[in-house]
């Protein structure tokens, strides 16, 4: 008889939204081939010896927290087979190499692509998780997946992953409209009948009357686009406006800051989807190929950052710049040419109250009433 292993996973204890999809691919692997699975997120411990530890990872300015875990488990499981894969074990291999001695799997664990993710790791998860596509065609500068996943490949049974116990579905595709299943993916969520988002977001270059026409006859909530460079002027608004028009109206936009831009520049493309009754969803630019945190691009300084962070945080919910027009234009201005003196003010104020408290501090926007976030922002 096969002798029965014990195999622990682990998530580092860093933020993150989502449950670890490859962990719970891996957990259905080897409970399929008989073995016994404990998840635990950070340093949990308990009295057992494992087999294998298998430890992801996310994001490269995540380095401290994944570091210390690998070594943590390194040391207080010395004779288990220690096993590092993820986003930032790709993107940096050598260098966690470099801190723990340990060689780590470099993209995606293959012989587990297939399995059905273990939902029973996370009960209380609400939704399934899946892809219908792997990799992306675009080759963009400043994202991951060329090198996590250089290949586009098909996931032609992904309806497979979905527990129709769960409310609605999360695609992680990274860009769906590239696939030649299309077609049939549509016909397959017409099917299953429940709510989705793909929430890595879709291509607003791609996007036709034909597909707003198919999505607009499905359950897609939100409707998510990106856009990261002024390059993707036009192409953004016309999608917006062709999605409206058929009713979609939950509509949000990833809007990439601090990557060869500017606060100018990133004032223009907010505002365009403003004007749209887009929501923006801002997310900053760190390096994918360094743990730098604080990373500041040439065109942006550390007041601009701050304040941005302190206007996503206190004023607006999840980070997400909303439809109000006239919040908008009190808070950013009406005007590019104006938004580093705004955010300057802002940084300031925020200054000042820390240092006459004597400690660290944020400015609190979120009782302000217009007036007074007028007077901020002149």
Same mark, same amino acid.
């Given at each position: 008889m096969k002798k029965t292993k014990k195999i622990l996973l682990v998530e580092p204890d860093y933020k993150s939204l989502y449950p670890p999809l490859g962990l719970m691919k891996i957990s259905t692997w080897h409970k399929g081939q008989g073995d016994a699975v404990d998840f635990v997120r950070g340093k949990g411990l308990n009295n057992r010896k494992y087999d294998k530890v298998y430890i992801t990872t996310l994001f490269t300015y995540f380095a401290e927290e994944v570091i210390e875990t690998i070594n943590f488990y390194k040391n207080f499981y010395p004779s288990s087979e220690l096993k590092v894969g993820g986003i930032f074990a790709t993107l940096m291999p050598e260098y966690i190499k470099k801190q723990t001695g340990i060689a780590?799997?470099?993209?995606?664990?293959? /012989?587990?692509?297939?399995?059905? @993710?273990d939902y029973s790791l996370f009960p209380t998860l609400k939704y399934s998780l899946t892809f219908t596509t792997r990799g992306c065609l675009r080759n963009c500068e400043y994202c991951a997946v060329k090198?996590?996943? @250089? +290949?586009?490949?098909? $996931? #032609?049974?992904?309806?497979?992953?979905? #527990?129709?116990s769960k409310s609605?579905?999360? %695609?992680?595709?990274?860009?769906w409209f590239f696939s030649p299943n299309f077609s049939k993916d549509i016909e397959k969520l017409k099917k299953i009948n $429940?709510? %989705? #988002?793909? +929430?890595?977001?879709?291509?607003?270059?791609?996007?036709?009357?034909? $597909?707003?026409?198919?999505? /607009? /006859?499905l359950r897609i909530s939100p409707l998510r686009f990106s856009f990261d460079s002024v390059k993707?002027?036009? =192409?953004?608004?016309?999608?917006?406006?062709?999605?409206?028009? %058929?009713?979609i109206d939950d509509i949000r936009v990833y809007v990439l800051y601090n990557f060869k831009d500017s606060p100018e520049d990133f004032y223009y493309r907010i505002n365009e989807l403003n004007k749209l009754g887009a929501l923006s969803y801002p997310m *900053? =630019? *760190?390096?994918?190929?360094a743990i730098d945190k604080h990373y500041i691009d040439v065109n942006w300084n550390k007041e601009s950052l701050r304040a941005l962070k302190l206007i996503l945080t206190f004023y607006y919910s999840k980070g997400m710049i909303r439809k109000n027009r006239e919040a908008f234009l009190k808070i950013f201005g009406t005007s590019p040419k104006r938004v580093r003196e705004r955010f300057f003010d802002i940084y300031m104020r925020d200054k000042e109250k820390s240092k006459a408290r004597k400690k660290e501090t944020v400015f609190d926007m979120s009782n302000l009433n217009w007036e007074e976030a007028e007077m901020i922002a002149v």
């Amino acid at each position: 008889m096969k002798k029965t292993k014990k195999i622990l996973l682990v998530e580092p204890d860093y933020k993150s939204l989502y449950p670890p999809l490859g962990l719970m691919k891996i957990s259905t692997w080897h409970k399929g081939q008989g073995d016994a699975v404990d998840f635990v997120r950070g340093k949990g411990l308990n009295n057992r010896k494992y087999d294998k530890v298998y430890i992801t990872t996310l994001f490269t300015y995540f380095a401290e927290e994944v570091i210390e875990t690998i070594n943590f488990y390194k040391n207080f499981y010395p004779s288990s087979e220690l096993k590092v894969g993820g986003i930032f074990a790709t993107l940096m291999p050598e260098y966690i190499k470099k801190q723990t001695g340990i060689a780590p799997h470099i993209g995606l664990l293959k /012989s587990v692509e297939n399995c059905i @993710p273990d939902y029973s790791l996370f009960p209380t998860l609400k939704y399934s998780l899946t892809f219908t596509t792997r990799g992306c065609l675009r080759n963009c500068e400043y994202c991951a997946v060329k090198t996590h996943e @250089p +290949n586009f490949l098909l $996931k #032609d049974n992904w309806e497979n992953d979905i #527990d129709l116990s769960k409310s609605r579905i999360v %695609f992680w595709d990274n860009n769906w409209f590239f696939s030649p299943n299309f077609s049939k993916d549509i016909e397959k969520l017409k099917k299953i009948n $429940k709510p %989705f #988002d793909f +929430n890595q977001g879709l291509d607003a270059r791609l996007f036709t009357v034909e $597909k707003a026409k198919l999505l /607009s /006859s499905l359950r897609i909530s939100p409707l998510r686009f990106s856009f990261d460079s002024v390059k993707d002027d036009g =192409y953004v608004q016309r999608a917006i406006k062709t999605a409206q028009e %058929f009713g979609i109206d939950d509509i949000r936009v990833y809007v990439l800051y601090n990557f060869k831009d500017s606060p100018e520049d990133f004032y223009y493309r907010i505002n365009e989807l403003n004007k749209l009754g887009a929501l923006s969803y801002p997310m *900053r =630019y *760190r390096p994918i190929d360094a743990i730098d945190k604080h990373y500041i691009d040439v065109n942006w300084n550390k007041e601009s950052l701050r304040a941005l962070k302190l206007i996503l945080t206190f004023y607006y919910s999840k980070g997400m710049i909303r439809k109000n027009r006239e919040a908008f234009l009190k808070i950013f201005g009406t005007s590019p040419k104006r938004v580093r003196e705004r955010f300057f003010d802002i940084y300031m104020r925020d200054k000042e109250k820390s240092k006459a408290r004597k400690k660290e501090t944020v400015f609190d926007m979120s009782n302000l009433n217009w007036e007074e976030a007028e007077m901020i922002a002149v």
